[in-house]
T-cell receptor
């Protein structure tokens, strides 16, 4: 089983719908991240969390919200999806901060029509 | 100005040659730098990290860091078709414990 699991892996939805992407991890890491990937734009940070009570906005948080339900779970929500939120979303965990080694889930491909 | 910038390519290199990937960053206080490789349809994976000025070698890969010029590079010697992937430069923004990524450079190694 993967150490970082994302669900769903693929989702097609309509404009205005609420969508939740879920992430769970078995690595025991405190630090968790949500990134969005678009062609030619690399990975852009949406939100990150250092523990259950510490949540921080990234560079593109508008239109998104998150919930850290437990050390192992970090969910990303789109309250009212719009077409320009069509992208590949990655959840990741970070072990020791100095190593810079993020452990990524397999990604959730979201299409908003 | 983006915090981390890469030439998005695509970069095409013949098999056996040296592939050179470049990255610049804007936060002069950054201390940690990383190269990730992402195969098509897969998640990124860490391949190199560098923290001090100079070169760091790991097998066919060499990372180079020049903090004065705010420049990081990755050299791949004896390039193989299996090296064809997108390479992402990442910088640990000072004190923030978050990695900021560049746009990625798509590399193709031609047999």
């Amino acid at each position: 089983d993967a150490d970082v699991t994302q669900t769903p892996r693929n989702r097609i939805t309509k404009t205005g719908k609420r969508i939740m992407l879920e992430c769970s991890q078995t690595k025991g890491h405190d630090r968790m991240y949500w990134y969005r990937q678009d062609p030619g734009l690399g990975l852009r940070l949406i939100y990150y969390s250092f523990d259950v009570k510490d949540i921080n906005k990234g560079e593109i948080s508008d239109g998104y919200s998150v919930s850290r339900q437990a050390q192992a779970k970090f969910s990303l929500s789109l309250e009212s999806a719009i077409p320009n939120q069509t992208a590949l979303y990655f959840c990741a965990t970070l072990g020791h901060p100095n190593t810079g080694e993020l452990f990524f889930g397999e990604g959730s491909r979201l299409t908003v029509l | 100005q983006k915090e981390v910038e890469q030439n998005s390519g695509p970069l095409s290199v013949p098999e056996g040659a040296i592939a050179s990937l470049n990255c610049t960053y804007s936060d002069r206080g950054s201390q940690s730098f990383f190269w990730y490789r992402q195969y098509s349809g897969k998640s990124p994976e860490l391949i190199m990290s560098i923290y001090s000025n100079g070169d760091k070698e790991d097998g066919r890969f060499t990372a180079q860091l020049n903090k004065a010029s705010q420049y990081v590079s990755l050299l791949i010697r004896d390039s193989q078709p299996s090296d064809s992937a997108t390479y992402l430069c990442a910088v640990n923004v000072q004190g923030a414990q978050k990695l900021v990524f560049g746009q990625g450079t798509r590399l193709t190694i031609n047999p």
